[in-house]
């Protein structure tokens, strides 16, 4: 029973996560986790720190599952939609992102594939 409880907290991954130095320093990327449950709430922006092209924020809803991943589904403020997938790297994440519907394809250059986001907020 005890493993069971450590277990499920393990996989809990409310929190917030960044990358200040994403595309080599050019950009950030934040990402903020509730998680109630298997359910997830998944909320993210990114853009280039200079403040040109698109700073697209999205969201959306995930489920945890028994491997300790979240795959979700997000729309942004571009109208472009997609899922993703989050796994656990110690006290930080992975994410993945690959689009389904592209509205404004200038949010492509800054959908990535397993992009490292360190914790940043409380646990």
Same mark, same amino acid.
């Given at each position: 029973?005890?493993?069971?409880?450590?277990?499920?907290?393990?996989?809990?991954?409310?929190?917030?996560?960044?990358?200040?130095?994403?595309?080599? %320093?050019? =950009?950030?990327?934040?990402?903020?986790? !509730?998680? +109630?449950?298997?359910?997830? &709430?998944?909320?993210?922006? /990114? $853009?280039?720190?200079?403040?040109?092209?698109?700073?697209?924020?999205?969201?959306?809803? %995930?489920? =945890?599952?028994?491997?300790?991943?979240? !795959?979700? +589904?997000?729309?942004?403020? &571009?109208?472009?939609?997609? /899922? $993703?997938?989050?796994?656990?790297?110690?006290?930080?994440?992975?994410?993945?992102?690959?689009?389904?519907?592209?509205?404004?394809?200038?949010?492509?250059?800054?959908?990535?594939?397993?992009?490292?986001?360190?914790?940043? $907020?409380?646990?």
């Amino acid at each position: 029973m005890i493993a069971a409880a450590i277990s499920a907290e393990a996989q809990n991954f409310t929190g917030e996560y960044a990358d200040r130095n994403f595309l080599s %320093g050019q =950009a950030a990327f934040q990402m903020s986790l !509730e998680q +109630t449950g298997n359910a997830v &709430s998944v909320w993210f922006s /990114t $853009g280039y720190n200079d403040g040109h092209s698109i700073q697209p924020v999205a969201d959306g809803t %995930g489920r =945890a599952s028994p491997k300790g991943t979240v !795959e979700f +589904t997000f729309k942004d403020s &571009s109208h472009n939609a997609g /899922t $993703g997938t989050i796994t656990r790297a110690g006290d930080d994440i992975v994410v993945s992102l690959k689009t389904t519907r592209v509205a404004d394809s200038r949010c492509l250059e800054l959908y990535r594939q397993n992009m490292r986001l360190k914790r940043v $907020g409380k646990k």
